[in-house]
């Protein structure tokens, strides 16, 4: 199992660094995440993989439904882990990134002096309680998306463990819905993959990659191919930008029969952040958010 996640780490190291080769405009922000990664890397090693068993009537009732396997109320958090990976995190943002060092250093503060508990946040993020979340911004006079995303970085090993304890004990391979099958989470952003080009999504909460329906838009369903269309950037022939006139949302594709590694998507994600300015500019919506929680 621990192997596995290893893989996992390396993989999308490996496509950091192909990346920052790839461009110099983005080298200060894959520099940090470069950083961020080897640091949740070193937490999953310490995080234990939770047992969870569901009996195999329930998964397979489940998933014949089209129901997802776990509410987020089912995920643990692995406290000591966690706050020990945030407090990393804050330390990170202070000494290597200009533009998050004044928040670490309050939150790293606020943690030195009690005013910050961590399960709260926690849970807060966990279950989307916004008010809890903005009520630390404002205390800790720090940025709500940098609290959101520091937050939620420090969980992903412990969602990652939860999601690898749920994928080896259920066969998910049947499921062909643009929902995440463990957690029911929205697509993050998707991939083309094989000969064949099946889509699969990266999971906007949890981590999981799953087979996507291979046509339709993943957030309303709509197949009508006059109202879905796809636009690319310039010079980026592994990425596309699928838009849905229905419902006005658009997911991020990468072509991993051209390039990248269907393990990596969420590089490829923030590589791509003028992909997600570019539909914006054009109306239209990003349905889920990213790993990082904003
Ligand atoms: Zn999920
Ligand atoms: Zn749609």
């Not at 992903?156 to 004990?169: D, E, F, I, Y």
């Not at 643009?178 to 000969?195: F, N, Q, R, S, T």
Request: glycine fraction near 6%; hydrophobic fraction near 35%.
């Amino acid at each position: 199992m621990f192997a596995q996640m290893d893989e996992l780490y390396e993989r999308m190291k490996n496509r950091l660094e192909q990346c920052r080769k790839d461009s110099n405009e983005l080298e200060e922000v894959l520099a940090f995440y470069g950083k961020v990664l080897a640091a949740q890397h070193e937490t999953q090693e310490q995080t234990p993989i939770p047992e969870i068993a569901f009996s195999a009537e329930r998964i397979k009732l489940k998933i014949e439904e089209g129901f997802p396997l776990m509410e987020s109320e089912n995920f643990s958090v692995d406290k000591d882990n966690s706050e020990r990976l945030f407090r990393k995190l804050c330390q990170l943002s202070t000494e290597e990134n200009p533009v998050l060092a004044s928040a670490g250093k309050a939150l790293l503060e606020a943690l030195a002096s009690g005013r910050l508990d961590t399960a709260e946040l926690n849970s807060a993020v966990l279950y989307n309680q916004a008010e809890t979340i903005e009520r630390y911004a404002k205390d800790l006079e720090v940025p709500l998306p940098v609290l959101q995303a520091l937050t939620k970085l420090s969980i992903q090993p412990s969602l990652l463990a939860t999601v690898a304890s749920v994928a080896r004990s259920s066969k998910l391979e049947n499921w062909r819905h643009p929902y995440c099958p463990i957690c029911g989470g929205l697509p993050a952003i998707a991939a083309l993959v094989g000969e064949e080009g099946k889509r699969e999504g990266l999971c906007s909460f949890c981590g999981h990659l799953w087979k996507l329906p291979r046509l339709g838009c993943p957030f309303c369903g709509n197949e009508k191919q006059e109202d879905l269309r796809y636009f690319y950037g310039e010079g980026d022939d592994i990425y596309r930008v699928q838009v849905c006139e229905q419902c006005k949302g658009y997911i991020k594709v990468v072509d991993t029969r051209k390039g990248s590694d269907p393990k990596a998507l969420a590089v490829d994600d923030v590589v791509t952040a003028h992909l997600d300015l570019l539909a914006e500019e054009e109306g239209y919506e990003r349905k889920a958010p990213r790993l990082w929680g904003i």
